[in-house]
């Protein structure tokens, strides 16, 4: 096989195929570039695991691009079968966990302070923290306010262990009750009582099934969250 296959479109695929069905996290097109030494072009990578994605068409495991980069994974609609291969309970998140992930994502960047305000009760600190450690939020700045209080929002992480590539394909605010007001002032007091949290739970419960073909990385949102 050609070791520089810019002009073999087969063996470019091939190589981008075993990369990626071997690689535990996605990739991003810097990273697959670095396996060749002559650089390629984002286009010329783009149309390979475009063309891929055309051959996996179909099967039980796709390749699609989410937030990080390129990977394989296993279809949703295969979630059935493969639940009856592992002996768990579905995760359980508690409310307060799911509230204040889904504000986090709906209204970013927001303060500690934001989502007691939209919540009405305070945040424990191990929520907060809980979320950092799994690489779904993370500190992206400090309001000029005094204080100035960390300002949270989601990550790449966040959208690739969903399956999403940008924030614009979180289910819509409509599918999720009246969680999210359009004022950005305005507060939530119905909060406690929609289904908006139980759905984003649900669209949470549904990433998980759509793990990595080679490695369930997805999987470890399965663990239930205090």
């Known amino acids: 096989?050609?070791?520089?296959?810019?002009?073999?479109?087969?063996?470019?695929?091939?190589?981008?195929?075993?990369?990626?069905?071997?690689?535990?996290?996605?990739?991003?097109?810097?990273?697959?570039?670095?396996?060749?030494?002559?650089?390629?072009?984002?286009?010329?990578?783009?149309?390979?695991?475009?063309?891929?994605?055309?051959?996996?068409?179909?099967?039980?495991?796709?390749?699609?691009?989410?937030?990080?980069?390129?990977?394989?994974?296993?279809?949703?609609?295969?979630?059935?079968?493969?639940?009856?291969?592992?002996?768990?309970?579905?995760?359980?998140?508690?409310?307060?966990v799911l509230e204040t992930l889904a504000i986090i994502a709906y209204r970013q960047p927001v303060t500690r302070g934001d989502i007691e305000d939209i919540r009405g009760v305070s945040v424990n600190p191990n929520i907060i923290r809980t979320l950092e450690e799994r690489g779904w939020i993370e500190a992206i700045g400090r309001r000029d306010v005094p204080g100035r209080p960390a300002l949270f929002g989601t990550t790449g992480h966040f959208l690739g262990d969903l399956g999403l590539r940008t924030l614009s394909e979180l289910p819509p605010l409509e599918e999720l009750g009246t969680l999210v007001t359009p004022d950005e002032t305005a507060l939530i007091p119905e909060l406690l009582d929609n289904e908006g949290p139980r759905i984003f739970g649900a669209v949470i419960e549904v990433a998980r099934v759509r793990t990595v073909s080679a490695s369930p990385v997805v999987d470890d949102i399965a663990t239930e969250i205090p």
């Open 1 to 96: 096989m050609n070791l520089q296959p810019n002009d073999q479109p087969d063996d470019l695929r091939v190589i981008l195929e075993a990369a990626l069905l071997a690689a535990i996290e996605p990739l991003s097109l810097t990273e697959l570039k670095r396996m060749f030494e002559q650089e390629l072009e984002n286009e010329v990578l783009r149309n390979a695991l475009e063309e891929l994605c055309a051959q996996w068409h179909g099967r039980g495991v796709e390749l699609v691009e989410v937030a990080n980069g390129w990977r394989f994974q296993t279809r949703a609609d295969m979630q059935p079968w493969l639940s009856r291969l592992k002996n768990e309970k579905p995760p359980r998140y508690s409310r307060a």
